[in-house]
């Protein structure tokens, strides 16, 4: 069974700190993505990487694939308000079916 | 509308009661996802279809859980006998289905509660 743990469960910081919330699997993956998620909205995605090392970014966010593909991380430069949310990662191993981590509910206070 | 919709948004049940949900996808999207997802968790997998076809149904918890897509767009999940241990937020997502790493587009999910 493909298990992806997320680290830390909760994160709660003040506005202007960075971040870095960690997703680890036993399991090598074809494919990550990260997606956040809202209350009472269902996930939207922010990145997919592919290939291993793979480093990608987003204004202030910062995803990277670990060389072996089993591990990611998302790193947020200067966190805002606006960045509070639920931070999924979720893998496929080369087919459609994703399975999600544990999830990471950041809290990034004014 | 463009997005996935999702209905009813909120369903309150008696335990032992039969309950549908129901699942519009993107127009077009050939993958069609169906996910549980407890308060403050990730998304537990369920079920996923390719046009009218269950690809893959190994996340089914039980065989009171069951789902169909028969004309390839529009999904119902269908649980019988409703347990208290059944009450989630249960998520549908649509892809292209073109490529595995495409994007999954989430409805707002229908929250279900079994009293």
Not at chain 1, 69 to 95: E, F, N, V
Not at chain 2, 38 to 61: V, W
């Amino acid at each position: 069974t493909q298990l992806l743990e997320q680290s830390p469960q909760f994160l709660s910081i003040q506005e202007g700190e960075n971040l870095t919330v960690y997703c680890n699997s036993s399991s090598v993956f074809s494919s990550l993505q990260w997606y956040r998620q809202e209350p009472g909205e269902g996930p939207v995605l922010l990145v997919t990487v592919v290939t291993g090392g793979e480093v990608k970014k987003l204004k202030r966010l910062t995803f990277q694939f670990g060389d072996a593909r089993k591990d990611s991380s998302l790193h947020i430069t200067a966190a805002q308000p606006g960045d509070t949310g639920l931070y999924l990662c979720a893998g496929s191993s080369g087919t459609y079916k994703y399975i999600f981590g544990t999830g990471t509910r950041l809290k990034v206070l004014a | 509308g463009a997005g996935v919709s999702q209905t009813p948004s909120n369903k309150v049940t008696e335990k032992g009661k039969y309950v549908e949900l129901r699942c519009d996808p993107i127009s077009g999207h050939t993958a069609l996802y169906w996910y549980r997802q407890s308060l403050g968790q990730g998304p537990e997998f369920l079920i996923y279809f390719q046009g009218t076809g269950a690809a893959d149904d190994s996340g089914l918890p039980n065989d009171r859980f069951f789902a169909v897509r028969p004309e390839g767009s529009v999904s119902t999940l269908k649980i019988q006998r409703t347990e208290r241990g059944d009450s989630a937020v249960y998520l549908c997502a649509s892809s292209s289905g073109t490529y595995y790493t495409g994007e999954l587009f989430f409805g707002e999910g229908s929250r279900l509660t079994v009293l």
